[in-house]
């Protein structure tokens, strides 16, 4: 069933659509380059989805919980589609999100052929922008150098799952929110994804989880709490998260901002290779 239509007058209808509703046609409303929002488009991982229509949509807006931002996919056809998706957006959408506590509005477009228009849409805004890098790698890394023996790594399977949901780690949000802000289950992501997190004691101290797929690309989520930076943490358990996707035939995708040199140089050592740039927006609503 349909969550929320937001009917607007003539013109293009943007409709919320639920997780069991399958697109027919999204071969407009995807980019190859971006798994997180495309993923959810085709319904492979968790997100908010508003299309112009569910059989063969032209335009998608998709919201991605583990990216936190929204983005604009495919396009319109006339100027009356335009104005329609200029009144959606701030009589519809952002009134919903107003509502529901957001107080910025982060987002990227997905296809350049609406660029212009989509800003032009918040030109009155104060709009914040910074540029956003894309890797991907197809080679094993190198010299994995393995981690100080107080640490030990592990895959996230089902024997890991049962002792998270058992209550052993203390800290069990660190992963269990990230993997289901992504999935609409384990048991999905299981089948779809693969992650892995380095324990200290019974504390997750460094997690690596694959936050959506679109076609064999796994969009990646790494992070290592602060006190434990800096001890090639990070670089061992990536290196096995890549090993264990190449062997299943799934190319892991590695995206940062420009803000985040860190996350750049890490990626670059791991032997991933930038593949795309675009640029994350953002502004108060």
Known sequence: MLDLISAINGGLLMIQISKDIKIKDFTNVVNENSPSFSGIVNRECKGKLWVDNIEEPRLAIAESYA?????????????EDYLNLKDFLENELFHHLKKNGYECFEFSIESENIHKDILEIFKDKS???EKEFSFRVNEIPKNNLGIPKEYQLKKVDDIFWN????????????LKVRLLESWYSFEEFKNKSIAY?????????????????FKNVIAIDIE????HRRKGLAYAMAIEFINDCLKNELIPQWDCVDSNPNSYNMARKLGFEKMNENTVYWFNI
Request: aromatic content about 10%; charged content about 20%; hydrophobic content about 45%.
């Open 163 to 174: 002792m998270l949901t058992e209550g052993k780690f203390e800290n069990e949000d660190f």
């Open 127 to 129: 709009i914040q922008a």
């Open 224 to 227: 290592t709490e602060e006190k």
């Open 67 to 79: 990216v936190g931002s929204f983005a604009f996919l495919g396009t319109y056809e006339t100027n």
């Open 197 to 213: 997190c380095i324990i200290l004691d019974n504390r997750i101290v460094a997690v690596m989880v694959g936050t959506a797929c």
